[in-house]
């Protein structure tokens, strides 16, 4: 298996693999690009967001500036406002559905780390390296999560469901309900 496909598998990968250095330096290019061009030129927008996602649905907005690892891994449904300022970390898939609204700030993980420093770091002579993971993450349709919350590594966010703001959500979160909190919980049922 290549590093790419352990990545996508969820398995521990070498995150400094070139063909993983290649994809992130293409993004960190296509960022830089969109990131910086005029808000007029939506041509171009969409044609960066092409390049640099895999799915990218019709009559989506992305504010700048928008950060993300590869770009490669993340799909977007048509519709979605996604705001100033969010991190999307796609070391494994991040599915987003149609008509989402995706307040400033909200981070989405995919990446995770063993929590023992001594299962983390790899010692190899003088270097060192950390084992990394990941999981992919699924936001449904008509979802909108709340400014400066945080997705976590394999969370499924269901369909027409509201985060409300500053919510770490750790746990997958059914259809139709209202979640909040650190951890996020469900409030009720909308």
């Not at 830089?32 to 030129?41: A, C, I, R």
């Not at 060192?128 to 979802?143: A, E, F």
Request: aromatic residues 8%; contains cysteine.
């Amino acid at each position: 298996m290549t590093e790419k496909e352990k990545m996508l598998n969820g398995d521990h990968y070498n995150s400094r693999d070139p063909e993983l250095i290649a994809m992130y330096h293409n993004a960190r290019k296509l960022l830089k690009q969109y990131n910086n061009l005029d808000s007029e030129l939506a041509e171009t927008r969409e044609d960066i967001l092409r390049a640099l996602f895999e799915y990218k649905g019709p009559d989506i907005w992305i504010e700048t500036p928008f950060f993300c690892d590869y770009g490669k891994n993340i799909s977007i449904g048509a519709n979605t406002f996604v705001n100033t300022n969010c991190m999307f970390l796609d070391n494994n898939k991040i599915t987003i559905g149609k008509n989402g609204l995706i307040a400033p700030y909200v981070q989405i993980y995919t990446a995770t780390h063993p929590l023992k420093a001594s299962e983390r770091i790899i010692t190899e002579g003088n270097t060192s390296r950390y084992l990394t993971s990941t999981k992919p993450v699924t936001i449904g349709d008509n979802v909108w999560v709340g400014g400066n919350s945080v997705i976590f590594p394999g969370v499924t966010i269901g369909n027409n469901v509201t985060i409300g703001a500053g919510s770490v959500v750790t746990k997958d979160v059914p259809d139709n309900v209202l979640a909040y909190g650190n951890p996020c919980k469900v409030i009720k049922i909308l």
